[in-house]
């Protein structure tokens, strides 16, 4: 196999690369600075489903990847013996005042939609799993799709089964070695490629986000109104996150994080005494279509472009590792029209 050179150590290089590795390939994974230096190096982990309705190929794709998560994560733990904290136990959400009827049709939809792979269900909140959330309406909806894993378990286990397979790792900014290179470089990453395209691209969306000290490894997640509360495995809960187009530094907390910690502690009673462990900010590289960026990088012989996994960096990596190493080993293109650059 030919020598396959991937800048950029986030979920999107590290998955990439240990797909590479996998199927025989000498690859060389840079990255100036360090291991998930990035948003892959944050707090949250959701994996979390669209709702089950105005179905497309986009929420299909979606759904496939999120089936086949625990294959591929249970594959990274066995090959670097470290746990990534893949866990599918779900998700717990509120059904707004006036929106049961809603939920409903979406538990209908769900039903039709996720083929059988998971549920999406409405329930009398005294009736929900896990921890005890506010809901006003009474209603909430729990969903078996969704599942977690923690962010920098996951990228430590990516490495160690890159490294496993034989592959190498520098903290480089730019190639040294021959051989295709993709590019999987994040908010950066977005940034170099308007420029040298002469358009926009895609930008970068900060985020900020908090981890607590509270041990509930088994209970599904909430989501209430835009804000993350995501069970760890290690004793730990994580919440977040904010989403913040302007920003000054990508990597400084302030009182927008304080207000995550405080309305955590407001809908989800357990965690009101919970001690805050810290604080994390770091920026999400968001593509203008908002979807992945795959493929050739126009103008580059041999170079490639793997990035913009907004919000959906963990849940789709896996899948859409397979499809670009398709491409760079192989030649062999099946990139979702949608992931294009165009």
Same mark, same amino acid.
């Given at each position: ?10 979920? %999107?290089?590290?998955? !990439? ?5 996998? /199927?025989? *390939? ?7 600075? #360090?291991? @998930?230096?990035?948003?892959?190096? @944050? ?17 299909? %794709? ?9 294959? %591929? ?16 136990? #779900? ?10 009827? !809603? *939920?409903?049709?979406?538990?209908? #939809? *769900? *039903? ?12 009398? /909140?005294?009736?929900?799993?896990? !921890? ?15 599942? /977690?894993?923690? $962010? ?12 496993? !397979? ?53 209970? $599904?997640?909430?989501?209430?109104? #835009? ?37 955590? /502690? ?15 900010? @770091? ?11 795959? @493929? ?39 990139? $979702? ?6």
């Amino acid at each position: 196999m030919a020598d396959v050179t991937i800048m950029g150590a986030g979920v %999107f290089g590290l998955a !990439l690369a240990y797909e590479c590795a996998r /199927r025989g *390939a000498d690859v060389h994974l840079h990255d100036a600075r #360090g291991l @998930g230096a990035g948003s892959s190096g @944050g707090l949250v982990g959701a994996l979390a489903p669209h709702v089950p309705e105005n179905w497309n190929a986009k929420k299909a %794709f979606q759904l496939d990847a999120l089936i086949k998560a625990a294959d %591929f994560w249970h594959d990274v733990a066995t090959c670097s013996g470290q746990d990534p904290g893949y866990a599918r136990h #779900g998700r717990v959400q509120p059904v707004p005042e006036g929106k049961l009827d !809603l *939920a409903l049709a979406r538990q209908a #939809g *769900a *039903a039709e939609l996720w083929q059988g792979a998971a549920q999406w269900r409405v329930l009398r /909140r005294e009736d929900a799993p896990g !921890l005890a959330l506010d809901a006003p309406s009474g209603w909430v909806i729990h969903d078996t799709l969704t599942a /977690r894993l923690h $962010p920098r378990q996951a990228g430590c286990a990516l490495f160690a089964a890159f490294t496993a !397979l034989g592959g190498r790792f520098s903290v480089a900014d730019a190639p040294q070695s021959g051989g295709p290179v993709v590019w999987a470089t994040g908010y950066d990453g977005l940034l170099d490629l308007s420029r040298d395209l002469g358009r926009e691209m895609g930008s970068g969306v900060k985020g900020q986000a908090a981890l607590l000290a509270h041990s509930a490894p088994h209970a $599904p997640q909430l989501f209430v109104d #835009g804000l993350h509360i995501v069970p760890h495995g290690d004793g730990t809960i994580a919440v977040g996150s904010t989403s913040e187009r302007e920003f000054d530094a990508r990597d400084s907390v302030d009182e927008q994080c304080d207000a995550l910690i405080a309305r955590a /502690r407001l809908v989800c009673p357990a965690l009101a005494d919970a001690p805050v462990l810290e604080r994390w900010a @770091g920026v999400r590289p968001r593509a203008k279509t908002r979807a992945p960026l795959m @493929g050739p990088w126009p103008g580059r012989a041999g170079q490639y472009v793997f990035n913009g996994g907004f919000k959906i960096g963990f849940a789709m990596a896996p899948v859409l590792a397979g499809l670009m190493a398709d491409l760079v080993l192989a030649n062999t293109d099946h990139i $979702p029209d949608d992931f294009r650059l165009i």
